[in-house]
């Protein structure tokens, strides 16, 4: 289960770092200046993963259930296809 979970973290890590520097390639210096909201949908789904592989490391079930939940409306924002692996609460090694 660990595999998988760190694969999924560096899938979306490098999905975020590909999406940020392909935002800074199509702005001038302008751009900078003004909020950009996907910018801050990419960074609240990168905390919520975060967020829910931390609460699932401390058994805390129900705050993991509310990432996921906002994991997937975040995704469903950014029309993101979302992996299941990475909101999957089920540990594999247990079968």
């Known amino acids: 289960m660990d595999n998988i979970k760190d694969e999924n973290l560096k899938r979306l890590g490098r999905f975020i770092a590909e999406e940020l520097i392909d935002l800074a390639k199509e702005t001038d210096s302008e751009d900078w200046v003004e909020e950009n909201i996907r910018?801050?949908?990419v960074?609240?789904?990168a905390r919520c993963v975060t967020l829910q592989n931390l609460y699932l490391d401390r058994e805390?079930?129900?705050k993991c259930a509310i990432m996921k939940i906002r994991i997937m409306e975040l995704s469903d924002r950014l029309d993101i296809p979302l992996d299941t692996d990475l909101t999957n609460l089920e540990e594999d090694d247990e079968e």
């Open 39 to 41: 910018d801050h949908i």
């Open 43 to 45: 960074g609240e789904l």
């Open 60 to 62: 805390e079930f129900e």
